[in-house]
């Protein structure tokens, strides 16, 4: 194999893992934007809505 080659299969072996972290980040940051939804809005109505759409968002 080429030195060109396996720079290239490192590099984008580096990438996938940035996007797996930008995943986890990116779920923590909505973990938190919904507890901060529910502790702001004390609407009955707007909670059980946020619980709902929390909860498909896990799911999927």
Sequence with gaps: MKPGQSHKA???GQINRYKANDLSDLQQFFDVYFLLVLM???NDKT??????????????
């Design 10 to 12: 490192r590099s984008r």
């Design 40 to 42: 702001i809005n004390k």
């Design 47 to 60: 909670m059980a809505l946020v619980i709902q759409v929390h909860g498909q968002i896990e799911i999927n």
